[in-house]
């Protein structure tokens, strides 16, 4: 392999030592050397790929938030052409995207905030990606009250968010199905004609 290889080859190892660690036991506790350890690589070697523990951090939660965007802007693309099809479509993919694998939903929704100022402009900056989403594909059709449709999209996402909170946490895990029906009643009845 070439030395430019070599280094992608020692980021994604990198990459999905930290999936799994900064899952669990969670970015907190895990160290850079149990990072090493995972990857099979030298402490030397992680500092060619990355600043720090933060850095990895941020670009995995980042990794995380484009697949998911991906996701769900082809679903949205693919709804029926209703708000009710968006909506749907749109919740669906990503609550089934966020929990294929909980190690996924732990980062972006339970880490990202354990984490503090590590991940605060990445968070603000998947939040901000998020709520275009929403606008965009309620953009077409009334709301039940003149408010900030741009606020209106914050307040859904934050419920969804902490719909996945309950999920990951809960000692009585709700369904996925259970998750869907909520968060596509939340998004109607703030988003819907009323």
Known sequence: MSAEQRLADRRERLMTAAYTLYAKPGFAATTIERLCSEARISNRA?????????????????????????????????????????????????????????????????EVRRSGDVLAMSRQRAVDSFSRLVEEASADFPQATPLNRHLVALGVIGGLQELLIEWLLSDDQPTIDELVTVAVHIFNRSLGPG
């Not at 790929?49 to 949205?76: I, M």
């Not at 909506?87 to 990503?94: L, S, T």
């Not at 190690?103 to 972006?108: E, G, K």
């Open 46 to 110: 992680f500092y060619e790929c990355f600043g720090g523990r933060e850095e990895l951090l941020q670009a995995l939660h980042e990794r995380c938030v484009e697949e998911s965007l991906a996701v769900v802007a082809k679903a949205l693309q693919e709804a029926p052409p209703t708000l009710a099809g968006r909506v749907e479509a749109g919740i669906r993919a990503y609550v089934e995207f966020a929990t294929a694998d909980w190690r996924r939903a732990r980062i972006m929704h339970v």
